[in-house]
């Protein structure tokens, strides 16, 4: 018989049907993905563009060594002239945001001098050369750093400790 | 402490709108903060790093960082000889707290800082399969807790293992240069831990940053320069030997 | 063994990728397997495997409906993962290769399969009852037209659809390959040979298991084995494992060789953590052994009994060999640190998310679905007296 071309897409009506189908999966998905991709996806690359502020907004809670000197400038004097001078205050004192946003009723912790100055202090053959070490019991015998050491200002000779 | 009360009580009201200020900023919506004027990266002075381990717990408390995993650790290298092939490395506890006083006698032996190098061509950012890691346009590589699926590809294809996956949010997670820091104009925790200035967050856009001065006039390096990452992380007296 | 031997970076000492992880590249590999099995009879017209052709296929969509379960699994966030379709990210081969596997599902291994069952769809909705018979009047997309013409159209589309569906074959295990193989970060993964390794090496697996699903399930059925089918299906397995082989020979001499940066570390590596699974299970009793098993058949002139089973245990070696293989990879390229100074170890558990019993059941749920899918869809012509006999080709 001959395969005229109606005869040929009547024989083939099942593709026709089979594409329909695909088609209608290809509408769907693109349906689902205009609902689904986030209104801010693409702002500035590929990615969420309200990521970047959302990540922005998490609290801090180093103050940062600008805040602690607003109020507590005689320290930052004192400091000032030694060699802590470079020392923020929250490498020994802790984080303090909290203290910054509430300073009358969140206190910073008292600070044990045995530990604190030996994590920075204690010898290591790995630390530089040039950097102030000392086995902490030689050098001591055992007396705590802060009794012939004022922390802000370490050198011996700057005065009694207070 | 000399603080009197009198003037105790002027200066707290001031510091707290001070800090209400800072904490108020958010890119974009903050008129001073522009993310096209800014390119971070971070300056790492291997000579000045005393292994003290601030930088550490600096950034665990600033930034929740779960135990066992590390957002920037501490490695101490021990060197002899000529034997740059084959250094003796540790990292207890990512040095968090310090390194014991080791047995080595001799040798060639330091500090080596490491966090999420921030390149500008990370291999991180360009298998993530559906966006959920990214550079910002200020130079800042960040995770979008909410997008990520938890498939591990970023932290496979991370050279510097700088990446984890946050046990609990099964999400990535990595060092964000504390990104809600330096957007408010603070630094971030570790180099605000650091006592000995190892560590400097640097703004390449910046032409007052005393990075650019730094770069020209020391000898510098990144790490896996042969990767072709782009890393952002600029390390002065790095030795060879260094992984 | 302690957790970590030498240096570790310190978020490198867990693995990231689990055992769900190898059994992935596993069962894609059998699906592209399988359908390159197919194709030598329908496209390069080998007519002799003839009779494992619907088999093949039955057996590629079986696999490959269970291939993307131990990915969600694995997944932090499995509720996410179809932002892989929503928001690709072009420049990552995972995204793309979300894609290719929708189309290499969709537009060629479904298609294939409708197009050469459709004949037996439509007499099995009309003969049979009950709710199988809604399943295949759904299955006929509403039309009953099994016209000479008309088959003689899906034969023409179905050649087509094989004809694209090689190259597809090809770019859907080798994108898994390519997955592995562009990350520069690792050197036991990045290579350029990994991709086609990869392909090869899932041929040879895709082979063996149909060879070996084919020979079971006939002694299942009382029914003789073609012996002329599976000699010439062990012949093409002998060949593709030859290439295979050569394939690794050629990376593994070209690392010792060239003896760069992570070589000292990676050699360490395989003589010790990862020597059984290396060297004795993918090497040696996983590809040597079968080679030389094989061989004999080619050279030697056996008779039926101890052919059949020297492919049988051919067969199971290699379907063992090739998967050490993606667990050397996988877990391989995990053990190491990148810093080259120190290596970790792999705890598998057993009975959690990521653990071996879930590897194990993911592996026996693909024979289960073609269990249903050779009731639903039989593969041998001359099973049910209800089909007239088929039209020659």
Known sequence: MANTPVKTFKDAGHLLRLATVFLVGIILFLVARALLVPRSFGQYGHYRGNAIAEIAAHPAVFAGHQTCETCHSDVLEVKQKGRHARVNCEACHGALAKHAEDPVSVKPEKLQAAVLCVRCHQANIAKPQQFPQVDAVEHSGGAACDLCHRPHSPAIDSGKSQ | ?243 | MPLVDGFMYPNEVELQWSVLIVLYPYLTGLVAGAFILASLERVFRVEAVKPTYRLALLTALAFLLVAPLPLQLHLGHPERSFEMYLTPHRSSAMAMFGFVYLWYLMAVLVVEIWLDYRRDIVLLSQSSHGWKRVIYRVLTLGSDNISERALEIDERVGWLVTVVGIPSAFLLHGYVGFIFGSVKANPWWSTPLMPVVFIFSAMVSGIAAVMLLYMFLNWLRRVPIDMRCVDTVARYLFYTFIIDFSLEMLDLIHRIYEADESFRSLDFMVHTRLFTSQVIIQILAGTVAPIGLLALTQVLKLPEAARKFIYSLAGLLTLIGIFAMRWNVVIGGQLFSKSFLGYTTYKMAFATREGLLVAIALSILPLIILGVLVKLLPPWPEKDAMLAPQPPL
């Open chain 2, 1 to 243: 402490m000399n603080l009197t009360r009198r003037r105790l009580l002027i200066l707290l009201p001031a510091a707290a709108i001070a800090w209400k200020h800072i904490l108020a900023g958010t890119p974009e919506a903050a008129p001073n903060y522009k993310m096209t004027e800014h390119w971070w990266g971070m300056l790492m002075d291997i000579t000045k790093c005393i292994g003290c381990g601030n930088c550490v717990r600096g950034c665990q408390t600033e930034n929740q960082v779960p135990d066992g995993y590390y957002r920037t650790w501490v490695e101490r290298y021990h060197v002899e000889g000529w034997g740059s092939e084959n250094p003796k490395v540790d990292s207890p506890d990512g040095g968090k707290h310090g390194f014991p006083a080791g047995n080595q006698i001799g040798g060639k032996n330091f500090f080596v800082p490491k966090l999420c190098n921030h390149c500008a061509e990370s291999p991180c950012t360009q298998v993530c399969p559906v966006g959920a890691t990214f550079i910002s346009p200020d130079g800042v590589v960040l995770i979008d807790p909410t997008y990520c699926l938890g498939c591990r590809y970023c932290v496979q294809a991370c050279p510097y293992g700088c990446r984890f996956i946050h046990p609990q949010k099964q999400t990535a997670e990595k060092c964000t240069l504390c990104y809600h820091r330096i957007t408010k104009g603070l630094t971030t925790a570790c180099c605000e831990s650091c006592p000995t200035g190892a560590r400097q967050l640097a703004d390449l856009k910046n032409p007052q940053d005393p990075i650019h001065e730094f770069l020209r006039t020391h000898s510098i390096q990144v790490l896996k320069p042969y990767m072709a990452t782009n890393s952002k992380v600029f390390y002065n007296g790095l030795d060879g030997s260094v992984r």
